[in-house]
């Protein structure tokens, strides 16, 4: 069995002590020069946040709807410049163009869904002061500060544009450090909050690597949204412990999906071949490992190999399969691959690099494999898709929930009911139900993970929620001399509150008995 690190500590990327002066930007797929950049310095990191704070609070003070009128001003920019973003997008991390245009697409229906849902959450909602009559309260919601985003390379321009709108629909400031690898695409957003005529300032960008994420996170940001690998986001949290600051973390995962006897198995090799290698498999919830039920498993992996024959690799237009992103990557995932065949695995296609010379690696299936093989526990994060045999959904199920990560999963059933009954017993932040992946893209649906997949929530009005903070108020309506359990504690405070907790304790008509009983004619003890 491969022994590689363990799980969710992702051994394929060694981070340097110091960051560079000057970052250069490669593209992976001839390795040519995208640009270079001057890495920001450590110490000008906590300068930036308090320039961002200083414009923020301006940006807070004004109301909801204001800051959403501004906020539409994205839509435009986002337009105007779809082209440059693709083209940003494509050189840097080498991905499909088609897939540059989901990643915009992803970005504008978040975009659309804050527009029409975030002021709402601003509306002041009322509390019940449960026994408390004579009191009023209601709940305001208010931002945090600035929060420092910190993105990865392999959705550049979601994972840096998503956590930020939400961040200014919630009234924030944003200070946004992008991967080295993709800074360029992190730089867009500080571009498209210009072209907005969002206040200068409210949005930066710092360049840089780990040294540059970690002075972020020690820099006194009001929250961290950082999405990555775990044994990053045991670093920042480390660094987040020094000031208490608190952090969402957006973590990796490995995917099941569960194939089921009754499923379309012609869609579902479909969706599981898409959902396996969109992005070269680089895809926080990739579906990293299906289950099968043995009656079909035959028929199941015919229809899989049929699929995975008609991709196209490579880097011209037409290209479903691009680069892996970095050298490192692939490196880290042919190591996998090697370790999951010496563990007996069958290789059904694919296992190579398209050419030596070049970072595409096949499409590649395995079949037959070792349970404990470490490609069925640790994240791959490439184009690798692991077919496993099991006896029925009981069987899957239960090997689904064995691993540690827990982002997302699917069934595929022609029987509903029983899709959504297998879901509601999966491990997992998300769950679709003879579809893949897609849940990311309804903006309604929050996001996020349990266990080595991280904790906290994006999307939705959990996301939004995630980005502001409580203000409860309680406001006493009667003005009387004073209220029945502050000083002095007399023999009428004893029998007052005594009388109050024998009504709450029994309720209804015995408990107003009991309590009024109490009042009139207890014992003191
Ligand atoms: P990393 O954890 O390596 O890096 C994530 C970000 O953290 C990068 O910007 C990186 O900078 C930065 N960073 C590195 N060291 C530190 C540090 N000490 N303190 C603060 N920040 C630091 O992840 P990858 O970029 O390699 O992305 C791949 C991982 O992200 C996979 O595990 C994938 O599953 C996960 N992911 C999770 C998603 C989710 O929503 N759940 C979505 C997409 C990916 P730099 O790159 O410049 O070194």
Known sequence: MMTGPPPGSQGFRSFPETDPEVIRVLRPSDGSLVGELAVTPAHEIPRRVARTRSVQVGWASLPAKDRERRLRGLLNAIGDRTQEIEETIVAETGKPRVEA????????????YHLKNASVLFRPRKASTGWMVWKRAFIQREPLGVVGVISPWNYPFILSMNPTMTGLFGGNGVVLKPSELTPYSGLLVEDLARDAGLPEGLVQVIIGGGVAGEA???????????????????SVLAAAAASLTPVVLELGGKDPAIVLEDADLKRAAR??????????????ISLERVYVVEEVYDAFLREVLAQVRKLKTGSTPGAE????????????????LAGAVEDG?????????????????????????????????????????????VKDGEDAVQKANEVPFGLSASVWTRNRSR?????QRLRAGSVCVNDALVHFGVPSLPFGGVGESGYGRSNGVEG?????????????RLGLEREPWWFPYSRATERILKGTLLFRLKGGFMGLLAGATHMLWGKRR
Do not use: Y
């Open 321 to 336: 399969i691009g680069p892996m992103t970095t050298q490192a990557q692939l490196e880290w995932v042919e190591e996998q």
């Open 101 to 112: 245009t989901i990643e915009i697409m992803t970005v504008v229906e978040h975009l659309r």
């Open 271 to 284: 969706g599981i071949v898409w959902g396996a290698f969109l992005n070269a498999g680089q895809t926080c």
């Open 464 to 476: 939004l929620r995630e980005m502001t903070r409580t203000r409860s108020i309680l406001v006493d």
């Open 345 to 389: 695995a069958t290789l059904v296609t694919g296992g190579s690099r398209t050419d030596p010379a070049s970072n595409v690696l096949e499409p590649t299936v395995l079949a037959e494999l070792d349970l404990d093989s470490s490609i069925l526990r640790e994240e791959t994060f490439g184009p690798v898709l692991p077919v496993v045999r």
């Open 419 to 423: 899709g959504i009954s297998l879901a």
């Open 216 to 234: 972020l996170v020690r820099s006194g940001v009001d929250k961290v949204f950082f999405t990555g690998g775990a044994h990053t986001a045991r």
